[in-house]
């Protein structure tokens, strides 16, 4: 496999490897700069998480009103055994892995059909990555873990899948944090680098009562909140920056007109904040606002056509009773 690996975390059965990306990533200084440069202040989802970030997250998956991780869940544990049967999979490939608690679902049924499986966790977190592994290194003799540290949306040429038919999987609804033509690009991405025999399983949110959604993203708990505020945070920290996350609060709603949920940080009064490391300031009006994180929702047929679009044969559907979320699962399409 190409990429740098770790040299302190290589045993015969756990590495860890970096992702080598294909087209130039931009950095969280230029990322910085841009999105708070402009009138409509935007920042990427994916600097939320660090350490303390993935641990939030996984508190907020754990509230009543966050629907999707349980109810995914619960699909991957009613038709894990499907989904393993239908792939045959050698080896499981996880886009964006965390914590890897759902994916164990597939990895213990794989390796109870098979008695040997591969797992390739992709993250941006090399703290889940080591966590994560280590553990499923731990629970599973029989599996081999080849993690891989990096953002897989920049590229994937560079990661070298060498074994038989293959499971890749994207869960959580992740996709929906890309625009519907990022997801289409992914995916299409993803589908030149994969086997005519491997199988992709796709996690996915769909549209419901704007209430339910609202719900979601704004638990009573405040973990949502927290979660949202923690990349004032880590701005501060690796930029040198000195927001005050006493100066905003957290807001997220469902737009119904562009089917997606909009959560933002908004300004609770007129301050400015200076970013050292930027040599920028930033001067903030009440309720001006910075939007964190786009997710969007789909249908069932928006689904089946994002996959054929991508080069992809929609195989299976699992969805629970209230038809809040789906599992897609798709083979390559000749």
């Not at 995916?187 to 994969?194: F, G, P, Q, S, V």
């Not at 997220?252 to 940080?265: G, N």
Request: hydrophobic share 40%; glycine share 4%.
């Amino acid at each position: 496999m190409q990429g740098a690996q770790h040299p302190q975390l290589m045993t015969d059965r756990f590495q860890i490897n970096r992702l080598v990306p294909d087209r130039i990533i931009t950095s969280m200084s230029e990322d910085v700069r841009s999105g708070l440069s402009v009138v409509d202040k935007i920042l990427p989802p994916k600097y939320f998480y660090d350490e303390r970030g993935s641990r939030l997250f996984d508190l907020i998956c754990q509230t009543p009103e966050y629907y999707l991780t349980r109810t995914e869940a619960a699909l991957l544990t009613e038709h894990a055994s499907d989904i393993i049967t239908s792939s045959c999979p050698t080896a499981i490939v996880e886009f964006g892995s965390g914590t890897a608690d759902k994916t164990e679902l597939l990895i213990n049924v794989a390796g109870q059909q098979r008695g040997t499986l591969h797992y390739l966790p992709f993250d941006v977190c090399e703290e889940m990555l080591i966590e994560s592994g280590q553990r499923l290194h731990d629970r599973y003799p029989w599996l081999h873990v080849e993690a891989w540290h990096g953002d897989f949306t920049h590229g994937l040429t560079h990661f070298v899948n060498d074994h038989d038919r293959t499971l890749y999987t994207f869960l959580g609804s992740s996709i929906g944090n890309f625009t519907p033509d990022e997801a289409t690009a992914f995916l299409t991405d993803l589908r030149a680098e994969m086997a005519d025999d491997d199988f992709f399983l796709l996690g996915i949110d769909l549209i419901k009562d704007s209430a339910v959604l609202n719900a979601a993203y704004n638990d009573n708990a405040g973990y949502t909140a927290a979660f949202n505020l923690n990349l004032l945070n880590i701005l501060n920290r690796e930029l040198d920056a000195n927001f005050d996350t006493g100066r905003f609060r957290h807001h997220a709603y469902f737009d119904s007109e562009a089917e997606r949920v909009e959560m933002q940080l908004i300004s609770c009064c007129d301050h400015t904040v200076d970013i050292d490391d930027l040599e920028l300031s930033v001067a903030f009006k009440a309720d001006e606002y910075i939007t964190t994180e786009y997710s969007h929702k789909y249908t069932r047929d928006a689904v089946s056509q994002l996959l054929v679009s991508a080069g992809f044969e929609p195989r299976r559907y699992y969805l629970d009773d209230e038809s809040r979320f789906m599992l897609a699962l798709a083979a390559c399409a000749s």
